[in-house]
């Protein structure tokens, strides 16, 4: 594949030292952004070209074009983490590049390789250094959102011919501000997210566009997020908008659903499950029943339920609510020990103050 070089332009209007340090001393999520973005173009014609880091802004459009209409989208979320010495590094970066790959494969859209996607958040990282947060700030760190869509202006149905590749970053503060406040949780029977053969598996915008008419039936009772079930039997748990769903079992064991295609393989799901045997946790796979979670926060077979994701890393589920009934929490306030203990375990080797064993980390700066 073609190794793309990305040149630096560098912004003449930056953010002034003051106002950034302003808005880094309370960033909140996904609000305000760095001075910098990263374009690239890939025409069917000439492959990928055009790779620069370039002042941050609205990008030139025509209403025509394909994303526009036809969704053909996808997106990535990752962080850039300071830490203690002043470098900054980011989390597996090499998954999140072979999910973007996997992602676009689903979509029709073109691959970016793995060396170019780890460049284009490097390029970016670089220019944008002192936007990442400093270490010690809390949970503080420079949120990466790579995202690729169709960019031809052509209301045909078919594969665009002409995509654009970008990165922008966002400061983004503790998820939760004051404690970890287990969230209620939504049953959606009338709506899925994802169905067989579907879209589910991939990261792309048209997933979340369709898991929005349950979160908001979800709001309206009340809920904090919607959980999603499999669209054929409406009787399998699945996951969240935009985070999986952890079980802790009074037996030792951690379960999780199993991919069944319409479920998006997140990258801190599969650490978690890799991280389970060093906390002496059996991890599992498996199909599980809405029920069993009904029935089980109540007989005390499960002990902790969690949803996990990168922005918010580990999020204790507290009520779980369906149309005519509710179930206790599946956590207690604050989240319970094994909640936390894989959250701080995470973010220990996230923020540099654990040894990497796995070789999970990137050096960006
Ligand atoms: C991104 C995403 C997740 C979490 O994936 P991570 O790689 O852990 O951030 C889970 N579910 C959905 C639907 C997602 O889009």
Known sequence: MT?????????????SDIEREQILSDPGFGTTFTDHMVTATWTAEHGWHDAVVREFGPLQLSPAAAVLHYAQEIFEGMKAYRHEDGSVWTFRPEANAARMARSARRLALPELSEEDFIASLTALVQADEKWVPAYGTGETSLYLRPFMFAS??????????????????????????????????????????????????????????????GQIEGADHGCDQAVFLDSATHTYIEELGGMNLFFVMKDGRLRTPALTGSILEGITRDSILTLAKDLDLEPVQERIEIQEWKDGVVSGEITEIFAC?????????????????????????????????????????????ATDTRGWMTRLV
Do not use: H
Request: a neutral charge; aromatic letters at 8%; proline letters at 5%.
């Open 3 to 15: 190794q793309l070089t990305f040149t630096t332009e560098r912004s003449s209007n930056l953010v």
């Open 152 to 213: 031809e202006a052509f209301l045909g149905v078919r594969p665009a011919r002409e995509v654009t590749y970008s990165v922008i970053a966002s400061p983004a503060g503790a998820y939760f501000k004051g404690g970890l406040k287990p969230v209620s949780l939504w049953v959606s029977q009338d709506y899925a997210r994802a169905g067989d053969g579907g879209t589910g598996a991939a990261k792309c915008g048209g997933n979340y566009a369709s898991s929005m008419a």
């Open 309 to 353: 994701g990168t922005a918010a890393v580990v999020t204790p589920v507290g009520e779980l609510r369906w149309d005519g009934g509710s179930a206790p929490s599946g956590s207690p306030e604050g989240g319970g020990e094994v909640t936390r203990a894989i959250r701080s375990t995470l973010l220990d080797i996230q923020y540099g103050r």
